[in-house]
């Protein structure tokens, strides 16, 4: 079961690839979004991902307070570059990449 999660996401990051590759010119400008439940130390783990990229960094919390929404935008240099955040990130509990 776990090696068909882990070939499900190397086929997701494939194709991302693709379709960075084709839609960019490197480097370009790219942002990201993600929404994490409002815990422990999530948004600042993702801005330290981040930390010293000259990123935009916008945080909005959620009605309730339950969840905050990270929107990123940073000049990247390759598509292999945004997929190495991507994963970064990906570590983050209860984390989602839009």
């Known amino acids: ?3 068909d999660k882990e070939k499900t996401t ?7 690839k693709v379709e960075l590759d084709n839609s960019n010119t490197w480097p ?6 993600f929404i994490m439940p409002s815990v422990a130390d999530n948004v600042e783990r993702v ?19 339950k969840f905050t929404s990270v ?7 390759s598509s292999d570059d945004v997929i190495a955040k991507y ?12």
Do not use: P
């Not at 801005?47 to 010293?52: I, Q, S, Y």
């Open 47 to 65: 801005e330290k991902a981040f930390d010293n990229m000259g990123a935009v960094i916008k945080t909005t919390k959620s009605k309730t307070g």
């Open 71 to 77: 929107s990123i935008d940073v000049t990247m240099h």
């Open 10 to 16: 190397a086929e997701f990051y494939e194709r991302l």
């Open 28 to 33: 370009a400008e790219y942002l990201y979004k």
């Open 1 to 3: 079961m776990e090696n």
């Open 87 to 98: 994963k970064e990130v990906s570590t983050i509990e209860g984390i989602v990449s839009l």
